[in-house]
């Protein structure tokens, strides 16, 4: 079992940039790879970035290729999400996922991920 808590949600305007930040509970955060993913209101949770366990391999989505990086601390049980060039449609709540999986693998799959965070909202006015 894995506990995951965001912070650093808030309200930017666009163009400006956000951390968001994930710690997971437990001795073995380097089991898991991660992903972040995001939902706004009346939309589906949508797949933002991943992450593999060890940190060399990253992914993203189209829409945010580019602008977001995703980072991992595995000395500090910690997963980042650097935004930056936010536009409204960013706004969301942001979530952090866990999974277990290759060491070498990511997913863009919500089904994939076995925990999840509580959340943490991003909102970006125009």
């Known amino acids: 079992q894995v506990q995951l808590v965001e912070s650093g949600g808030g309200l930017v305007q666009a163009g400006g940039s956000l951390r968001v930040s994930c710690v997971a509970s437990?001795?073995?955060?380097?089991?898991?790879?991660m992903g972040w993913f995001r939902q706004a209101p009346g939309e589906e949770r949508e797949y933002v970035a991943a992450?593999?366990?060890?940190?060399?391999?990253?992914n993203y989505a189209d829409s945010v290729k580019g602008r977001f990086t995703i980072s991992r601390d595995n000395t500090k049980n910690t997963v980042y999400l650097q935004m930056h060039s936010l536009k409204p449609e960013d706004t969301a709540v942001y979530y952090c996922?866990?999974?277990?999986?290759?060491?070498?693998?990511?997913?863009?799959?919500?089904?994939?991920?076995?925990?999840w965070g509580q959340g943490t909202q991003v909102t970006v006015s125009s």
């Open positions: 437990g001795p073995t955060f380097d089991s898991y790879a």
């Open positions: 996922a866990a999974r277990r999986g290759p060491l070498n693998s990511v997913d863009y799959r919500t089904a994939s991920y076995d925990y």
């Open positions: 992450i593999s366990r060890n940190g060399y391999i990253t």
